[in-house]
């Protein structure tokens, strides 16, 4: 009894003085803190790793693993074992069939498993070779071995080490997209400047290169876009491979393959040749000597990613060429080198051309036409959603229409529509929305898929991400380019746990916030399937009223259509009829807003006001909840955050509490405003209980944001 009195008064000793005593951090570490485990934790790791032994030479890659696995070990249990030789009893063992011929011999029982994981995969096993007793992580590769490393790591911080787990990456092509721009200001970026320091390179490598590569490699990401989209001539000239060169470089030993944006018109703005047109034989033979001279530096240089006709944009169009044109084009000059081509999907039409029915409409109809003819070596990219990015949208109906192109999936991470790195909302929930949704002609949005992009939210920021929780971002895109099925409450989870610690009573509230936190954003801003209603350019803040910009498609009043009747898009065959674009079970199915999702409602239908909603209020009565409940959620973010004050370090708890009172003044505006628009138009009462907006409309229309961040 006395035992066990004194051991619960430790406990509670120790957990005191773990929490008393937390010391601050920055993030910098991001989820690779690697903090002192509880003894009994420490104790079963230990037993794990009495030594390190990687058989065979050593590489670069294999060097990394180790590094990692040094300082994992060094601050999980105080001290780093040795590396050893030979194989001994309680060795974490790295091996490839190649390092360890008898993993893949006839009678190995690994064989099966381990030919499995194709290139990228590792297995973790509790196992005997040569009659040791071993923590085993096999892989077909150095670079699997990097991964399972990782992954040892990751169960080893969150107290499960002895797990067998097997993993393969479900998706060859795993990268993140930076909108950098050369003077390192990121388009919707918001966490600082882009760690890419051109001016520096290629002579000065920053420590960040290397941190941002671990951070990538345990993660399963294996390439990088450095360069924006909106891309200049110069990237393409000899000093600025040079410097991709220098970053590749860094990246290479961790199995990150750099890939650079492309601006179709680069021969011609250089002044090299006369011309873009892509079937010139002068600009084809332009860049196989561009891709060439790339390769010199960069043998294993990735390839393009190219954003054409669109928002501006040189391309193919220009010439009278359509997109496969354009594309295979440039695939023809890195195919020689392996190299890809990104060709990406968001295009709507230019100045002048537009249609005026429904910019929903255009990818799929400029794309879906081509299918089939577009070179082996080119993905079309694809952003998650035909309009751009909002906080809710439907899939694009590209996703299953597209049987003979691979298709890349395009999510932003960065939160340029939701809330930027102020608002907390955990992107994990909507990627995964996303990824499960039914296309009904090819399965779920993640079968159709070959690759993954994800628009970077990584910056100069001593956290990276611009805040804490936006880390989470990062962290839920990586897993999900390696399994697109995978559940983004366990990534959650997983990432609390590494990031604020095992502890069940910090980590749990952290979830459950993470897991209401992209809905809250939803209901704040856009319910019921409204979009496109942010401030004009900046979209920081709400402007529905916006009805004056030069195109039609860019006014928040073309995406709400709201009037003295109704609200919403008539997206069915009484409207643009974007729905067509979907299989034909989701076309009928979408087609009664009584079988459509109420959270796409506003989306696909134009209703009444009056429209009765399933909760047996009006639709605006349901809006105005909607809104409400947005508010509330904030609210209750913030109210959850507080309980864990005495669990969490003083500098990280006030960086978040501040970053939640932020958003719950943005929710209350965006609530208030949105109220005072909807109902200048509808002329309807706000039913009793209902608090009117603090301001006039007039106020919230004066609202200005000159120096928002994020516009590069
Ligand atoms: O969401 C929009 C952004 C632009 C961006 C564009 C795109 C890089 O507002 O900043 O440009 O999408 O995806 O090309």
Redesign the pocket.
Known sequence: MRFFLSAALTGLLLSLAATVFAADEDGYELWLRYRPLERAAQATVKAQARAIVIPGAATPTTEAALAELNRGLAGMLGQAPQKAARIGDGALLLATPERLPELAAVNSPLRADLAALGGGGYLLRQTRIQGHKVTLIAANSDIGLLYGAYAWLREAAIGAPARDVSSAPKLQLRLLNH?DNLDRTV??GYSGQSIWDWWALPDILDQHYTDYARANASLGINGTVLN???SKPEVLTAPFIAKAAAVADVLRPYGIKVYLSARFSTPLELHETATADPLSPEVRAWWQRKADEIYKSIPDFGGFLV?AN??GQPGPQDYQRNHAEGANMLAAAVAPHKGIVMWRA?VYAPKGSHRADDRARQAYEEFKPLDGAFAANVLVQVKNGAI??QPREPFHPLFGAMAKTPLMMEFQITK?YLGYATDLAYLGTMFEETLESDTKSAGTVAQTLSGMAGVANIGSDRNWAGSHFDQANWYAYGRMAWDPQAKARNIAAEWAALTFGPDRRVADPIVDMMMISREAVVDYMTPLGLHHIMGTSH?HGPAPWVDNLERPDWNPVYYHRADRNGIGFDRTASGSNALEQYAPEIARQYADPRTTPQQLLLWFHHLPWDYAMPSGRTLWAELLARYDKGVADAKSLRTRWSALKPLIDARRYAEVDQRLARQIDNAVLWRDACIAYFQSVSGLPLPAGVQPPAHTLDYYKALRYPYSPGRG
């Open positions: 909108w388009e919707r924006n989209v909106n954003k669109s928002e968001f751009d990015f340029e979209h």
